[in-house]
């Protein structure tokens, strides 16, 4: 048998019943229906929104046209070259990124797969800065402008490591959590003069989902693990969403492609950095 040929990086999150699911959704539930001891077989039942760890967004979960996850080929589409981009040094609660902070940093080609490090997966569940409201209510997020560079470029899809590739108050974060909106609104009109009316008016709602996903450039969301090991590199990414026929969205794995001899350089330098009970870098 020809030896493997590459290695794989894990840019996924642990999935667990701690694990929060995207505001308002169902989170992970489990339990076993049976036991070793008498069946002689562990057996367990997960009840679970789609919307739990990091997951793939189908492009049906926003466009009624849109293909269901089963519909999304492996080949040319979920896997295929692609850039991770470093934007934590700019990142800040309630902010904006733009296309040109991408572009300063990595070369992003036509037809990439593009994967975002905001750095906001320090504050997932199983990280010892663990904050829920900074992870789902306060990452930064992008602008209109964002969406069209996104058509620009034909990317094929767009990973994040927070709750979603949406600006938080360019959803309905905005109604459900008014004092967070606030204190959003307060920082962008410190920041850029302009406030969330501004910024984010009504016709550019959710504009990485509602502007992208009928062509489709979807996007997955609460990327982690060892993402801090590829920062402002190319590399072949992967996705691995079930086959889920009429699927919405779906809780998937995430991986990035190194050749063998990168792999063992990453996985000193992994060996010399401080990692989550799970096995995850600590950023």
């Excluded at 009840?47 to 760890?53: D, P």
């Excluded at 994967?115 to 990452?139: F, L, S, V």
């Excluded at 602008?143 to 600006?167: P, R, T, Y």
Aim: net charge negative; charged share 25%; with cysteine.
């Amino acid at each position: 048998m020809k030896p493997v040929e590459f290695g794989m990086i894990d840019l996924t999150q642990p999935l667990s019943v701690m694990t929060p699911p995207w505001p308002t959704y169902e989170p992970l539930q489990l339990k076993f229906f049976k036991r070793l001891a008498p069946n002689g077989a562990n057996g367990q039942l997960i009840t679970t929104s789609n919307h739990v760890g990091t997951h793939l967004d189908g492009p049906v979960h926003f466009c009624t046209h849109g293909g269901d996850i089963a519909s999304l080929p492996l080949n040319d589409y979920l896997c295929g070259p692609g850039v991770v981009v470093d934007l934590s040094d700019m990142a800040e609660d309630y902010d904006i990124y733009s296309s040109k902070d991408v572009e300063d940093r990595v070369e992003v080609r036509d037809g990439d797969i593009l994967i975002i490090n905001t750095g906001y997966h320090k504050y997932a569940w199983e990280q010892p800065e663990a904050d829920e409201i900074r992870y789902m209510i306060r990452h930064p997020g992008p602008q209109m402008e964002f969406a069209n560079w996104c058509k620009k470029k034909n990317l094929k899809w767009i990973g994040v490591d927070c709750g979603s590739a949406d600006h938080p108050f360019n959803t309905k974060i905005r109604d459900w959590m008014p004092k967070e909106a606030k204190k959003a609104d307060a920082y962008l009109k410190s920041k850029y003069s302009k406030g969330l009316d501004d910024l984010f008016p009504p016709d550019h709602y959710q504009l990485m989902h509602i502007a992208l996903f009928g062509i489709p450039i979807v996007h997955a969301e609460n990327l982690g693990g060892d993402i801090d090991l590829v920062l402002n590199q190319r590399v072949t990414i992967g996705c691995y969403p079930w086959r889920f026929v009429n699927g919405e969205s779906s809780i998937c794995r995430i991986v990035a492609f190194v050749d063998p001899d990168e792999y063992k350089e990453l996985m000193k330098k992994k060996d010399a950095m401080k990692l989550t009970p799970l096995g995850d870098i600590i950023p």
